[in-house]
């Protein structure tokens, strides 16, 4: 008796093609998971720095209460540890450190309606001392710095 030899060789190729298709697609599947928790994370992340953010142009700004709002993004930097880099989280942390100068300074210093105004609204002083003219370009940098990490992390360029 005569073994079909060339079905058999057919048959264990279909076979493994089928499982290496598998496995392929298995990975690709839990790689897209991992991408769009990063994805979540760093929104998510960056969500609670621009809450940060428009807490500090406010005119109400206090210790306490950015405190709070603080610890819960540096919550969020622990709990997506997984997702977010360690330079990403040092970024973030810059850009914290920023919006606490500016933000004591602001809460500090007696700025004319107008000019208090034009930064709660916009964000952008019109004529500061120098000293908060500092602090406002550091935080404006630090925040560039966290933008461009940020969208290179949940691959915006890639659009």
């Not at 690709?28 to 769009?36: M, N, V």
Request: proline residues 3%.
């Amino acid at each position: 008796m005569e073994l079909p030899t060339k079905e058999i060789i057919a048959a264990a190729v279909t076979i493994c093609v089928a499982a290496i298709g598998y496995l392929q697609w298995k990975r690709g599947k839990l790689s897209g998971r991992f991408i769009d928790d990063r994805e979540a994370a760093y929104k998510e992340v960056w969500q609670s720095l621009e809450d940060i953010h428009l807490f500090v142009r406010s005119n109400s700004f206090e210790p306490t209460a950015f405190d709070e709002m603080v610890a819960k993004t540096n919550a969020l930097l622990i709990r997506h540890g997984l997702h977010i880099t360690e330079a990403d989280k040092a970024s973030a942390t810059s850009y914290i450190a920023a919006l606490r100068t500016l933000g004591n300074l602001l809460s500090k210093t007696q700025l004319d309606p107008r000019i208090r105004r034009d930064i709660e609204i916009t964000g952008k002083p019109a004529a500061l001392l120098p000293e908060l003219m500092d602090a406002y370009d550091a935080h404006q940098a630090a925040r560039q710095v966290v933008l461009k990490k940020f969208r290179q992390a949940i691959g915006s360029g890639q659009v």
